[in-house]
């Protein structure tokens, strides 16, 4: 009888304090910097994915959100393919965990995000980290997945982790040294909070694969940044991260944003990812430290208009209260997750 294999995988959205933004290599996706962000908990932003062998399969097929994609774009096939030299690989080495009749058999993957896909929320972070992790467990690899999670999207390989994760740039050509670690635990920090204010759940009209192409081609700004501020800035961030100062952690974040953003505008053609409401947000946050004389929040945007705060437990209620002041639901369209829990274990087997 066909034994059908079904391995079910969840995988949080990562924030990024240190931004990547530009490659040195597109097809391997090596960096030009460094980089260091913050695995939300499971729970909150998460892609779920299924994946299922058997003999009976004709076609390696995906569906994302429902709708089925094309299976031959070259990051999937990267990832499939790498995941399957290493079973065969471990299957070499004797490896007996390793299904060695599943090998062969294609694959159906199902995938579905729990948030917005496309608007700047670390779709593609969570969804390449999860598949990876979930074709690990079906093909019975285990070990350092981060370097695979990146041949699909450079922000996956830190969401391959929990808590604080550095995605290091590494300086070999075949990117074997460009790998996640993990920083400090999912144990670390318990009163940061992320709020995520959605200001839009529009795909975004500049995907960061080709902005951050164009970037590197035109912005000697961005230059700069990779070569002569990220590198003491990752070095500033770690140590702020491990003596949970959040004055320091969250000056850093606002200003690598600030820069990331400065670099957009620095892209000719520039590129426009903020809106009027994330200029409000930011410069709410600062009336609102500046009010208390220390700083309690920070924001970040990435490659979109949907700010993500960061504060301590203790000042959650009041800046919700603030913001929906400010921006009350029926204005903004928005929609406010309040108050998230930071960390955890990044990946998950559903049982
Ligand atoms: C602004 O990882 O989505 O979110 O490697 O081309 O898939 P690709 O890009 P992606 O870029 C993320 C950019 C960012 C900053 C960050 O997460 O570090």
Redesign the pocket.
Known sequence: MDKTNIVTCTAPVNI?VI???GKRDEEL?LPINS?L?VTLHQEQLKTTTTVATSRSFQEDRIWLNGKEEDITHPRLQSCLREIRRLARKRRGDGDPSVDSTGLSHKVHICSVNNFPTAAGL?S??AGFACLVYTLARVFGVEGELSGIARQG????CRSMYGGFVQWIMGKKDDGKDSLAQQVEPETHWPELRILVLVASAERKPVG??SG?QTSVQTSSLLKHRAESVVPGRMVEMIEAVQRKDFAAFAELTMKDSNQ?HATCLDTYPPIFYLNSVSQQVISLVHRYNRHYGETRVAYTF??GPNAVIFTLQQHVSEFVQVVQHFFPPETNGGQFFKGLPVNHAALSEEL
């Open positions: 990024a931004k990547y933004w996706i980089s962000s670390a593609s972070a999207s450079g922000s996956a960061s694969t951050m990331f990435d490659a």
